[in-house]
């Protein structure tokens, strides 16, 4: 929504009883990542003055909600600050309910700036915007905090197997090798996905919420190719049909559950290929080693195939680590491009990490009957 100037008026009033200086310019940079406020308002006005600007700034970025969620956040004694946000922009009770995302990002797999810690947005105007020149910094924001509720952690007997997310109400997505041996030990019943497993800004952890899978857990599944088990992957190259994929059930229908006020949803798989051009920046959200979400963001991020170049897969520099199977690979529009699944297995450095075109993804499930499970 776009604030009137009366409501931008009584903003003004209320943030001057509550928020200094310091306060305004610290908070942009969590909700940015970027030193923006110098940009946008400068220094030494009246403080009234300086947070009309502000929020004028803010609402040509469609960063308000983000910044206002840090206000709502920061200020848990003040009902009335609190009150009058929600008022305003009722999803954001979830959105400060929410653990921060935690950001590692990248150039062609190499370390990229510092990220301000807890940001909604990693340096977008600094970092990732020359790569789209119409990225908003609020709808990015907005669809990663959505995304966030999406992915989940794949556990076995209690123990993190990889991660997953949402593609219907009660279905998660996974690569087959991560849940192929609990299928053949007979052990699915012990089979659950963990979602909202987070690090909070204090350092302790949100431990989410775990679900079982339903009696008939185990949907469907693609096998991955025999070569990819091998120091040589790409001979010979998979077939159509070795997509590496699982499809759950879950026991309730998560995705169709309100969060914070809002539905937690699930991540659309697309009809038609991406077909990112090389060099093209992508977004992976994953739980690296079982540990609480991370996203790794490369900006420089699309390779080559080897040929035969039509062969169904995906290849980018983005580093990840062990647990990261199953995680989804967007993006810089927060769209879905491919199921990540495989690591180069070269020995010393490696070159390349692998994803699974998601087009294709959908295309086998729904040739074998199981589009009812995808929103």
């Not at 989940?152 to 109400?169: K, N, Q, T, V």
């Not at 039509?310 to 967007?330: A, W």
């Amino acid at each position: 929504m776009a604030l009137t100037p009366k409501q931008i008026d009584d903003l003004t009033a209320l943030l001057a009883g509550t928020l200094s200086d310091y306060d305004l310019e610290r908070l942009v940079g969590l909700t940015t990542g970027d030193e923006l406020y110098v940009h946008w308002v400068g220094r030494g006005m009246p403080l009234g003055r300086t947070i009309r600007e502000l929020l004028r700034a803010l609402e040509q970025e469609g960063a308000t909600s983000q910044f206002l969620a840090e206000v709502y956040r920061e200020r848990p004694k003040r009902g009335d600050v609190r009150l009058q946000i929600a008022l305003l922009y009722p999803e954001i009770i979830g959105l400060a309910g929410q653990s921060p995302p935690v950001f590692d990002l990248q150039e062609s797999g190499a370390p990229g700036p510092a990220v301000a810690e807890g940001a909604f947005a990693p340096g977008l105007q600094r970092n990732i915007k020359p790569h789209l020149q119409q990225l908003n910094i609020g709808t990015w924001a907005f669809d990663l905090m959505r995304t966030q509720r999406q992915v989940c952690r794949i556990e076995i007997e209690d123990g993190a197997a990889g991660s997953g997310f949402l593609i219907g109400p009660e279905a998660v997505l996974t690569n087959w090798h991560v849940v192929e041996k609990a299928v053949a030990r007979g052990v699915v019943g012990k089979i659950a996905c963990r979602f909202d497993y987070a690090e909070r800004p204090d350092g302790g952890r949100d431990e989410g919420t775990r679900v079982p899978l339903h009696a008939d857990g185990v949907v469907y599944h693609r096998p991955y190719a025999p070569a990819e088990l091998t120091q040589m992957p790409d001979t010979p190259a998979p077939t159509a049909t070795e997509l590496d994929f699982a499809l759950l059930r879950l026991a309730r229908p998560i995705g169709a559950e309100a969060l914070g006020g809002q539905p937690r949803g699930w991540v659309a798989l697309p009809a038609k290929a991406a077909d990112p051009a090389q060099g093209a920046p992508l977004i992976i959200v994953q739980h690296p080693d079982g540990g609480p979400m991370k996203l790794a963001i490369d900006t420089q991020a699309v390779l080559p195939l080897p040929p035969p170049s039509d062969r169904p897969r995906l290849r980018y520099s983005t580093n990840t680590e062990s647990g990261s199977s199953g995680s989804p690979v967007f993006n810089m529009d927060w769209a879905l491009v491919a199921l990540h699944h495989f690591g180069d297995p070269a020995w010393g450095t490696p070159q390349f990490n692998q994803g699974v075109p998601a087009h294709l993804i959908r295309a086998d499930l729904v040739a074998a009957g199981h589009a009812a499970f995808l929103g």
